[in-house]
Structures are given as C-alpha cells and as structure tokens.
DNA sequence: GCGCATTGATGGCTGC
DNA sequence: GCAGCCATCAATGCGC
C-alpha cells in the first residue's frame, strides 16, 4: 500500500483531514444519489397508481435511452473515420 | 406533487401529456443520478491523483456502508426485543 | 454456509466428489473459453498486420452485435404489445 | 489457416471478403464463447440446485485461478533466476 | 502507466 | 414471500 505526499516533513493531521473529507465526499455523494434512486422509484409507484404499465414504462425509458446512445456512438464512429482518413474531428 | 386520478372519461391526450410528464420527470432523475455518478468518478480520479489506493478507498466506502446498515439492523432488532417485553420503543 | 443434502447419512466421500468434479467442470470450460479468447485476439493481431485498424473493427463488431441484439428487443417489445392489448403472442 | 498479404495492388474486392473473412472468423468464435459462457452459468445453477453457495463456490475457483497464476509466476521468476546464474533453464 | 473493454458481482424487480 | 432474471456497477486484464 502507498500513501500520499509521503514526505515526512508534512503534517501528519492533513493527510488525516484529506482522506476525511474524501471519505465524506463521496458518501455525500452517495447518499444523494440514493435519494434520487428513491425518487425515481417514486414516480414509477405513483405512474402504476394511475394505471401505467410500469414493465412498459421502463422498456421506453430503456429505448429513449439506447436511442440517445447510438447517436452518440454514430458521432464517435464518424470521428474515428475521420480519423482514419486523416482528417482532424 | 399531486395527479388526477386514472379517469376513463377523460380527455385523452391529458393522458398522453401525463404520461409525457411521467417519462420526463423520470429522465430527469436520471440525469441527475448520472451527473453524481461522474462526481464520485472525479472524487476518486482526484485522490488517486493525490497518491491514494483507489482499490482501498473503495473498500473503506463499502465497509462503513456496511457497518452502517449493521448497526441500523441491529437497533430494529433491538427495537424488535423491546417491543416484545412491552417497552415503548 | 450451508451444505448440500445435509443428511447425516449419507456418504461423506461422494459429497466431495461431487463439489471436484463442479469445479473440474467449470474450470475446465473456463480454458475453453481462454483459448477462444486467444484466437479472437489473433485475428484481431492478423488484422491490424494486414493494416487493418483494429479500433473500427471492433467498433464494427460491436455494431453487429448490438443490431443483432435491437432486433430481439423490438420482438420482445412486439410481444409485450401484444400481450397488453390481449393477443396471443 | 493462411493469409494473402497485405498488397496494395490487389484487387479491391478480395480486400473486401478479407475484411468480411476476418469479421465472421470473429463473431464466430465470439458465438463458441457465449456458448462455453452459457455452460458455465449452467453448472452453476446445478450446483446451486444441489445446495451449493454459488457465492462461495466462485471464490474457489477466484483463488484456485489465482493460485495457479501465482504458481506460474513463481516458474517464470526461477526460471530468471536459473539464467541469470548461467544455468540453462 | 493509463484508459478502455470485457467480465464478474451485487442489488432490485417481476412472476410464481 | 421467495427464487429467477435483469440491469447496474465495480474489478480485472489488455492494448496503446
């Protein structure tokens, strides 16, 4: 195992503190995200309420998605063709 | 946030617009839970940058999740045990 | 951890028989699966000395597939439909 | 399995079913892998439908993997270590 | 040595 | 209510 700035005049409380606040950052990250996850669950729970197929409800959400990504995967293959043939993307 | 009740009688294209807002609001969430996803990619691409095991950090995350949800088993279980002997929990 | 056929019984020997040959078996696919991967990388190797650009062609590779697999989806998808209003698939 | 080289004055459409060769020569062994894939996942639902932790039954086939790579490591280092000295290996 | 691509693991959802 | 399935996410390995 490494450890950061290993130098050993440093203070030593700062590295502390550093992998504190990473530790805090991203659990606050973390935390928010499953806020949201919860949301979205949410919304899906009230849309079968109303009736909604939630099966199908996710399928064109999935489909919305994957066609978003092909436009940016055909964006990413011309630039390789361009590539290829010299040009600067 | 409140919605009308799945009427049959009802206009349909209020429908379409609901389940327009339904997907759209779903998106958004989406987006939002990718847009922190990136943040804790950039946290963790950061402290590497700082010298840290990735690898490591990732297991002290997991492990104080996990520590968490033990404890928080642990008091339902205790709550469990004194409901059980009569105490107000 | 829970044993199988917890019967105390039962002939200890054929137990552990039973748990090498598992993993003979998947040990033993999991080679196959090696040396297919080896050839795949090959020809991708045989390629690229033939000038071929090995970053397209996989990207060609993948749009096969991915294809392939948006062609399943809208069956299943098609399906679903189907379903919903009441046909049989 | 041999290959025409690379000549820039060949005829174009041979280049043409050399690239469709090198494409279905890949998908095909892509389709051998999926099917030693689906074996796999195959045994281990058997195991798991004769009481096996799955979970753990993978972390010993993870550390046999490991161990054998370690083994194999430990070769190539003696083996240095046996020419290094002059000692034909 | 880094970034990418594949593969494996985990957790959530659906159907029985 | 649980098992199986699927989708997401992390980890390993490969190529540049």
Redesign the interface.
Known sequence: ??????DPDMDEPIQGN??KS??E???R??E??KT??D??KE??A??K?????V???R???A????DANERA?EEA?LD??LQ?VGETA
């Open positions: 195992m490494t450890y950061p700035r290993n550093q992998l990473i530790v950052r991203i659990e990250l973390e928010e995200k949201i996850s949301d979205v919304v899906y009230e849309a309420g109303n009736g909604y197929d099966k199908i409800l399928r064109v959400i489909i919305r998605k994957r995967e293959i390789l063709y290829a």
